[in-house]
């Protein structure tokens, strides 16, 4: 099983600052790495696909890159409804499995 | 409108079997790999099964031998049968859909709302 890791556990910032999380893989999963937003009551929502694509209607500040074992997911001039939990997930190998997430609070 | 949309959760006692269904619409449902992923209250999102376009199904191990995951394709349903239920097992359960892959499987780009399941005595 490919375990991630996603630091930090929480991150404390303002609107309108840059927000960089990070995930890493005990092994590889080339390009194959995901970002998901998910708020209370909600469905999570998918953000990036094969590390670096944006889903449909996700706005141009998310952005992701990276690849192999780490991967960075980047929201550059944070909007008020971005304030939530960000997960991220290999889709490579089976078991397919998710970080435990980055807690993105109001500073 | 693509969508989907679970049912059948609801408070169970420990041991005790639940029937989990997500009804899918709007897309050819038949071309899509499916999913379940769970969340328990305060924790984290847990892939708990999928199951490919093919029919090969696949589980997490914390459910493995426990929970069968099932597609009925003519109906647009997908289905997990929840066997042996422990406290462990409570959660908001989602379906979600991603497109078929060479390895693994998709990104799950369209999720329902969930449904709660409760194990509890």
């Known amino acids: 099983e490919i375990v991630l890791t996603q630091s930090p556990a929480t991150l404390s910032l303002s609107p309108g600052e840059r927000a960089t999380l990070s995930c890493r893989a005990s092994?590889?999963?080339?390009?194959?790495l995901a970002w998901y937003q998910h708020k209370p009551g909600q469905a999570p929502r998918l953000l990036i696909y094969?590390?670096?694509n944006r889903a449909t209607g996700i706005p141009a500040r998310f952005s992701g890159s990276g690849s192999g074992t780490d991967f960075t997911l980047t929201i550059s001039g944070l909007e008020p409804e971005d304030f939530a939990v960000y997960y991220c997930?290999?889709?490579?190998?089976?078991?397919?499995?998710f970080g435990q997430g980055t807690r993105l609070e109001i500073k | 409108e693509v969508q989907l949309v679970e049912s059948g959760g609801g408070l169970v006692q420990p041991g005790g079997s639940l029937r989990l269904s997500c009804a899918a619409s709007?897309?050819?449902?038949?071309?899509?790999?499916v999913h379940w992923v769970r969340q328990a209250t305060g924790q984290g999102l847990e892939w708990v099964s999928g199951?490919?376009?093919?029919?090969?199904?696949y589980y997490a191990d914390s459910v493995k031998g426990r929970f069968t995951i099932s597609r009925e394709n003519a109906k647009n349903s997908l289905y997990l049968q929840m066997n042996s239920l422990r406290d462990g097992d409570t959660a908001v359960y989602y379906c979600?859909?991603?497109?078929?892959?060479?390895?693994?499987?998709?990104?799950?780009?369209?999720w329902g709302q969930g449904t709660m399941v409760t194990v509890s005595s």
């Open positions: 709007g897309f050819t449902f038949s071309t899509y790999d």
């Open positions: 997930q290999q889709r490579r190998s089976w078991p397919i499995t």
């Open positions: 979600a859909r991603s497109a078929i892959a060479a390895a693994g499987s998709g990104a799950f780009d369209i």
């Open positions: 199951i490919t376009a093919a029919g090969n199904s």
């Open positions: 094969d590390t670096s």
């Open positions: 092994q590889s999963v080339s390009v194959y």
